[in-house]
């Protein structure tokens, strides 16, 4: 029953959006609730990673509607300084969203870490997985890698939350 809900709204919502050309877009949902609920109740899987990438989404509809400048109220100069902070936070978020930052050591456990399937021997036709590296450097290296990019990757949502926490007045005042 909640698929069926999700999946209804996904596909209105995705035909309200694709019938409106990107500039007519961009405009204040008076009515954000009722679009936005749906998810928030239905949705299980609500958790950091999507509330990041909710923000993020949000800072690059409000990015492009600075940089088109055809509704702003602010001075020109003032709007630019805006779209400034917006990229960079629209840049930092994306790295986020990518998730990117294991790829180095995802490509040494794709290359020296074995996976093998054997048959047990005790007559009851399983399978037994044996995983292990080829050697105990790349296994070394594995670990420094992915230890180098969790912490990358929280320092950059820190630095991510601190420029919003810093810009934010702007963007929304």
Known sequence: MVGKHLKEYKKKYLA?????PRSARIKKNSDWRKRWMPFIKYDHDFDG?????????K????????????HCMQVDESRLEIVESLKEACRLGDLIVEDKFNASALEIMEKHYNVKSELRNDGSNLFELKMEWDS???KA???KLTAEADALKEKTIDEFFSYVRRHYREWWD
Do not use: C, S, T
């Not at 990673?49 to 989404?57: G, N, T």
């Open 136 to 138: 105990p450097e790349n």
């Open 141 to 143: 290296e594995y670990e």
């Open 16 to 20: 309200e959006r694709k019938a409106k």
């Open 59 to 70: 800072l690059h509809i409000m990015l492009d509607f600075y940089d088109q400048g055809k």
């Open 49 to 57: 990673f999507f509330f990041i990438a909710l923000i993020v989404h």
